[in-house]
């Protein structure tokens, strides 16, 4: 994992952190924590996707192209692969495969650095808030880590659907 730190005498830099370390911090600070810290790594990410695709308006280039660049970023970083698939006109889905916070070990696995990172970046991306949640976890022995988002309304709608027993595929396809 890579964070970008600045202190007063030094510009921004990334540092590496073993994975290791989100068990200890999940174990000690909790997962609000953790998903904090991930949108605070979520404006670290969209600011390095601006620069990558010189572009202040993200919400201007072309999907292949965002696509590519936030799964090369990521990857390039060890976090694993990543990608994006549009589910209905309000909802996307991210697959994660190899996720760097999936494979945690401690007793309550998933992903709150992830959800964190992504409701941040889509939240810059699309001018408005973003909702994202888990819904698949490679901690909890799925084959993938999954994530879906939109709207605060179409997530909210998707999470009671998912809470009532409803799988991830048919609560979806009920939208």
């Known amino acids: 994992m890579f964070t970008t730190l600045q202190t ?15 068990d200890d911090l999940r174990a000690t600070a909790g997962p609000d924590a953790l998903e904090s810290a ?18 202040q308006d993200l919400a201007g280039v072309p999907s292949h192209a965002f696509w590519d660049a936030m799964g090369q970023v990521l990857r390039s ?6 990608r994006q698939e549009r589910v209905h006109s309000g909802l996307g889905v991210i697959i994660a495969e190899d996720w760097f916070e999936g494979g945690t070990s401690d007793a309550a696995p998933g992903c709150p650095f992830t959800v964190g990172l992504l409701t941040e970046v889509f939240g810059a991306l699309a001018g408005h ?31 009671t659907r998912l809470d009532q027993g409803l799988s991830e595929e048919a609560a979806l396809a009920a939208f």
């Open 38 to 55: 991930g949108r605070n790594a979520g404006g670290w990410l969209t600011a390095h996707l601006r620069e990558t695709l010189a572009t």
């Open 8 to 22: 007063p005498t030094s510009e921004p830099r990334e540092i590496q952190l073993p994975a290791g370390l989100l």
């Open 77 to 82: 970083r060890g976090w694993g692969r990543l």
């Open 129 to 159: 808030p973003i909702s994202v949640i888990e819904t698949a976890c490679e901690g909890h022995g799925d084959d993938t880590s999954r994530f879906v988002f939109g709207s605060g309304a179409a997530v909210a709608e998707l999470r």
